[in-house]
């Protein structure tokens, strides 16, 4: 038996790639799930009502999916170029910081909510670039891996937002409780639905992943960015400015990160705390990787990821099986979706 590469995947194979992966993944679940003494169909039928079966699971679950679509499109946008971000977390979380402190700006809470709004989601943003430009520095510039750097990075970053928290944007009102000064109620982002936590951050969420689509498939950009992934030096050979297409797919990668958090803190939260992100980050890579770096599928493949976390509580108070199941599940997801995409590329021969 060999394995030999195929000349070119057919669409069907890569289409139905990730759903093969997905249901090997609930398979292996419900096995755990059944030895844990559960009914398996019981146990899946009581995660989708959980998640869809209210008004509150559907809101929830797609205020749990905003900050994934975001975090799973900043993983998408570096790996397609072959720039590994592993990042996402610190970028997250130094993009609610920043908007915490941007808070504190005089005068910020007397201009227009619209104004004020966009101001902060531009300062998550670039909080999230400059974090990622670090590392992206030095790999052009000394050849250092990135995998480690922006890995690393993510504990910095986390300690760096603990140290202001517990410092200059610590709140006087919150009792000694470790929280950043509220953001201004004019940057707080509207309701989507009365009387839930759904904001207006899903359709920033959705539009951005339909304008990553866009750039990635339409612009010279995009094509720069695919050739630097699929092959550097012969993209470089052929005329793409290696260096700086780097540094753009840095600023967008991290820039999606940044605004993840700022979303977050300014929709959900309203202050920043060090439990503000429950692996938001490294969640982004497993959808990312669900979705087969398509921004389009990064929609779905978050929507799953938020279907598990937020279904899984109900069927764990209901039945007894851990939560845990969520996260076993959406990490099953991703050793099989890497299965899937190999076979995607090669066919068994004798």
């Known amino acids: ?49 959980g998640a869809f079966g209210s008004r509150l699971g559907i809101t929830e679950t797609l205020t749990r999916a905003t900050p994934l679509i975001l975090t799973g499109l900043a993983a ?18 130094l993009g609610a910081l920043a908007v915490a402190a941007f808070g504190l700006v005089p005068g910020l ?39 480690v750097t922006t890995l690393l990075l993510n504990f910095v970053a986390v300690l760096f937002v603990s140290m202001m928290i517990e410092g200059p944007l610590k709140d006087p009102l919150a009792f000694g409780w470790p929280q950043s000064v509220p953001v201004p109620d004019a940057a707080v982002l509207p309701q989507l639905v009365e009387r839930s936590r759904l904001h207006a951050g899903l359709i920033v969420a959705l539009v951005l992943a339909v304008v990553v689509w866009w750039i990635q498939s339409r612009t010279v950009f995009g094509m720069q960015s695919r050739a630097a992934g699929l092959n550097a030096r012969a993209a470089e050979f052929a005329g793409v400015p290696l260096g700086r297409t780097l540094v753009v797919v840095a600023c967008l990668s991290g820039g999606l990160a940044g605004l993840a958090g700022a979303i977050e803190v300014m929709g959900v939260k309203g202050y920043v705390t060090t439990d503000l992100s429950p692996n938001y980050g490294y969640s982004g890579i497993v959808i990312a990787m669900l979705a087969n770096l398509n921004p389009i599928g990064v929609i779905g493949a978050a929507l799953f990821s938020a279907v598990m976390f ?22 099953l997801s991703l050793l099989t979706m890497l299965v899937a995409l190999f076979l995607t590329q090669y066919r068994v021969r004798r």
Do not use: H
């Open 76 to 93: 998408a946008v570096a790996f397609r170029a072959k720039l590994w971000n592993i990042g996402g977390e610190g970028q997250f979380y």
């Open 310 to 331: 937020v279904g899984a509580d109900s069927m764990s108070r209901a039945l007894g099986v851990p939560s845990y199941i969520a996260d076993v599940t959406v990490a």
């Open 109 to 147: 809470a007397s201009a227009p909510p619209v104004l004020v709004i966009l101001l902060c989601l531009c300062v998550g943003a670039l909080a999230g670039m400059a974090l990622l430009l670090v590392p992206v520095g030095l790999k052009l510039r000394f050849g250092t891996d990135e995998v």
């Open 1 to 49: 038996m060999r394995f030999e590469r195929r000349e070119q995947p057919s669409t069907a194979l890569t289409l139905l790639a990730p759903l093969g992966a997905i249901a090997a993944a609930l398979a292996m679940s419900g096995i755990l799930i059944a030895i844990a003494g559960a009914n398996v169909f019981e146990a899946f039928g009581l995660i989708l009502r």
